[in-house]
């Protein structure tokens, strides 16, 4: 990391630039375009829009506390939801508010050509040239300026409030509703970024003094004082002048102070406007220069927007490429098209701003502990997010076009900039809390599957099954019943030509026959667990046990499978895999009188429920250990460890067996090779695919050569589909 920015902004300087930031073109300039929309109720849409930032002023409060430091919005963002919303969420919120300062500037003309006869665009490009040297030169030197043009814009505002107040004619506002919802929401929405610079603070957060305290009393304080100056002041212009005059003028406030003040007056509002357009922008400059600032830090835009002056301590490349597009902004964009696309952002932003903020609380990043914490939590969050979704609908076509245009303009950025160049190991608290919700969810599952009560479980043999196979697959099955309580039925499978008739076929015992009913008979009588045994005769094996296995309702269904695959089912396992009505294990090398450790292994994903059962019900029978591999990339961040750490512990509460876990951080090629080594009987799933080939390859496996151990492939017949399967991969 570069240089720190310099600690000298108190808090009358934070709720000055925060005001300073807010009362500028949404008094001055907005109001009488607003009318047109919502009448009399502009009014009532300009608390509204106070009453929906509040949300994002209370998320952004506690994650500046959490995070003093340059970048605002963005990096916020970007460490809840990881680089690639954070990019977006930087280069938009840059734009925004780099147009809101051009916004101010233009929008102040008007206001200009009042007092002097002169051009107004050379005029505000030299204005925003004077902005960019004061933020080059420093902080301090912004705050203090914006201390003495807030003040004496308030002291204006406060006179025109108390001037203009007893002259208010109620009949003004007679058909207060008569717009309806979709004008006051319509109105809302565009008076929305009036309050976008209430957050703006939190972006020079790194510079700001005891920031645990200045930074929520700053955001809300701020946001409290612009709310009730722009609702009364908003009341005064409806009830002392005409819908028309304020409809039709570029001036609007000016028209309302000439039926409520004296000629004095009149110039002082004038002059408080031109100070408030210029704080306004001055503000913008200052907060939207720390976005490609902070993105440079963090490997999102070049090393160049991170040099901080040797002499004035700021950010100077940042400032500089954020004042040549406010001078661009103001030569050739028309103002409204400003003022509508940063609205929309900003709506755009504050939900994401909120959504973060969930995603922090919800996650485990250990970093995050903010002294200020959002009162209601979640409450208030839900409730921006909601509105701004709401505000969204009634904003207009054109202004969600430009946002989608910046959006991926942003992600474009980030594809060739930062991903193609190895991207940013970092990810998102929001990841992390979706990671936990999974997690969870799994750990919840998995106690169910362990606790059944009750399970049929069906062994499957042929005329060609070893009686030492047969027997252990036997074994196998007892231990799942015994601790479930369940029933064990072996069936040995017969298949006959396809032109013998079955009927005559099962009328008469084969001497095979004879022997496996011998066998049965023995072991039935001799076990505490009910078996029941018999011959299926059929032309098609596959189809006969998947057939008897729902006419039985199986809950298990266990099959032999050899590592050289030359048993007779061999060729059919993957049929029966896919098509049986219950859950499948396939049985290689099974000794269960030796069974001493017992290792599980994920493919980089949570352990499938059914594996940890069957793991559980086979050590709780035999007294073994089970031990769960865990493979994990090397560079793994420390939220994902945290939750991969908790998540196994839940998971060892759920079994009943002594339990130990392994996070192997050479991948799942380590881990099998671990696992091989130190356990006798290994279970994996049979959607690990690399991993069954290893296990039952006939070429010889690195991997696996020289280790005695049984090897259970699990399929469960209730997979997770693809996309969730992906995503539990993809989070864990």
Not at 192 to 213: C, H, L, M, Q, W
Not at 286 to 312: C, H
Request: a negative charge.
């Amino acid at each position: 990391m570069g240089k720190q920015l310099e600690r000298d902004l108190g808090l009358p300087a934070v709720t000055a630039i925060s005001i300073g930031a807010m009362v500028g073109s949404g008094i001055f300039i907005l109001p009488g375009l607003a009318m047109k929309m919502a009448g009399p109720a502009v009014v009532f849409a300009y608390f509204l829009a106070g009453v929906l930032v509040l949300p994002a002023a209370l998320s952004k409060s506690e994650m500046a506390t959490a995070m003093p430091e340059a970048g605002g919005t963005y990096l916020y963002i970007e460490r809840a939801m990881g680089p690639l919303f954070g990019t977006i969420a930087g280069i938009g919120t840059w734009f925004s508010l780099t147009f809101k300062g051009a916004l101010a500037l233009v929008g102040g003309a008007p206001y200009l050509v009042l007092l002097f006869d002169l051009p107004v665009t050379p005029v505000a490009l030299t204005v925003a040239a004077l902005l960019i040297v004061l933020n080059i030169a420093g902080a301090k030197q912004t705050g203090r300026m914006q201390i003495i043009i807030v003040a004496i814009m308030l002291a204006v505002m406060a006179w025109f409030i108390v001037v203009g107040a007893p002259n208010v004619e109620s009949t003004r506002f007679e058909g207060f509703f008569d717009s309806g919802i979709n004008g006051i929401l319509g109105a809302t929405g565009f008076v929305f970024v009036s309050y976008a610079g209430v957050t703006k603070i939190a972006s020079v957060a790194e510079e700001v003094e005891n920031p645990d305290r200045n930074l929520p009393l700053g955001i809300l304080g701020s946001l409290i004082i612009t709310a009730g100056i722009y609702v009364a002041i908003v009341t005064v212009m409806v009830g002392v002048a005409d819908e028309a005059a304020l409809t039709n003028t570029e001036t609007p406030m000016q028209v309302a102070a000439s039926n409520a003040l004296p000629t004095i007056g009149v110039a002082a509002v004038v002059l408080a406007a031109l100070l408030a357009l210029i704080s306004t922008a001055n503000a913008g400059i200052l907060s939207s220069s720390r976005y490609p600032f902070a993105m440079s830090r963090d490997g999102l835009a070049p090393d160049i927007f991170e040099k901080v002056s040797n002499r004035f301590e700021t950010p100077v490349n940042a400032i500089t490429i954020t004042g040549g597009v406010l001078l661009v902004l103001i030569a050739f964009v028309p103002i409204d098209d400003i003022a509508k696309l940063a609205s929309a952002f900003k709506i755009l932003v504050f939900i994401l701003i909120n959504v973060a903020l969930i995603a922090f609380r919800q996650g485990s990043i250990e970093a995050y502990d903010p002294s200020f914490r959002s009162p209601l939590y979640p409450v208030p969050q839900l409730v921006g997010i909601i509105g701004g979704f709401v505000l969204l609908r009634y904003i207009g076509f054109v202004p969600l076009v430009g946002a989608v245009v910046i959006i991926l303009g942003s992600m474009l950025w980030y594809y060739f900039f930062v991903y193609r160049r190895g991207g940013v190991a970092r990810e998102g608290a929001m990841t992390d809390a979706l990671r936990r919700s999974v997690g969870r969810d799994v750990v919840e599952q998995t106690e169910s599957e362990v606790q059944t009560d009750s399970s049929e479980v069906l062994v499957a043999v042929t005329e060609q099954t070893t009686p030492a196979v047969e027997e252990s697959l036997i074994d196998l099955a007892t231990d799942l019943a015994r601790t479930r309580e369940g029933g064990i039925r072996v069936a040995q499978f017969d298949i006959i030509p396809d032109q013998t008739p079955l009927p005559q076929s099962a009328s008469t015992l084969t001497e095979a026959d004879q022997a496996f009913e011998e066998r049965m008979g023995t072991r039935a009588a001799n076990s505490k667990i009910p078996i029941r045994y018999g011959e299926v005769v059929s032309h098609d094996t596959r189809h006969a046990i998947v057939n008897y296995a729902d006419e039985i309702n199986a809950d298990t269904l266990i099959i032999e499978r050899s590592a050289g695959l030359e048993s007779l089912l061999s060729s059919d396992t993957s049929w029966i895999e896919d098509h049986a009505p219950c859950d499948v294990i396939e049985v290689s090398n099974f000794d269960h009188e030796n069974i001493e450790r017992i290792g599980v292994i994920t493919d980089e994903g949570p352990f499938d429920p059914t594996k940890v059962a069957l793991a559980d019900a086979l050590a709780s029978a035999v007294d073994a250990t089970i031990t769960f591999y865990f493979p994990v990339k090397t560079d793994l961040p420390e939220s994902r460890r945290n939750t991969i750490d908790d998540y196994l512990s839940e998971l060892v509460d759920v079994c009943e067996s002594p339990v130990e876990t392994k996070i192997v951080e050479l991948g799942t090629d380590s881990a099998i090779e671990l696992a091989a080594n130190d356990s006798n009987v290994l279970i994996v799933s049979g959607i690990q695919q690399n991993l069954t080939d290893q296990l039952f390859s006939q070429e010889p496996s690195l991997i696996t050569a020289g280790t005695e151990h049984g090897t259970l492939v699990v399929y469960e017949v209730s997979q997770p589909g693809h996309l969730r399967g992906a995503i539990e991969r993809r989070l864990f």
